[in-house]
């Protein structure tokens, strides 16, 4: 069972950063796709962001240019850095892992097999 766990959510104002930070205990980290995903009150899981490899990655449009996702293959952890933030940013993130090959990073969370409990981001106005 592949465990993710997730850390660096909280409280900010709006124009602030926040990182948040994404752990796993599988060994051949390296291997997978990992993503971030976003879920607000009464809204659908939303796609943020994903990479594979070491430095394929892909965002959604309303976090490209403020948000950026990198991982540290000997931690075995993902990173979402978040700058800028917005009031509309407001919602829980989770991690995911994905297990397949895949020539791009997947933007479906139905492409991933794991999940983490989700970490609270919330960006007052």
């Known amino acids: 069972q592949v465990q993710l766990v997730e850390s660096g959510g909280g409280l900010v104002q709006a124009g602030d950063s926040l990182r948040l930070s994404c752990t796993t205990s599988?060994?051949?980290?390296?291997?997978?796709?990992m993503g971030w995903f976003r879920q607000a009150p009464g809204k659908g899981r939303e796609f943020v962001a994903a990479?594979?490899?070491?430095?394929?990655?892909a965002y959604a449009e309303s976090v490209k240019g403020r948000f950026t996702i990198s991982r540290d293959n000997a931690k075995s952890t993902v990173y979402l850095q978040m700058n800028s933030l917005k009031s509309e940013d407001t919602a829980i993130y989770y991690c995911?892992?994905?297990?397949?090959?895949?020539?791009?990073?997947?933007?479906?969370?139905?492409?991933?097999?794991?999940w983490g409990q989700g970490t609270q981001v919330t960006v007052s106005s």
């Open positions: 990479i594979i490899g070491g430095d394929t990655t």
């Open positions: 995911a892992l994905d297990r397949s090959y895949r020539l791009l990073p997947p933007r479906d969370p139905r492409s991933y097999e794991y």
């Open positions: 599988r060994r051949t980290f390296s291997d997978y796709g």
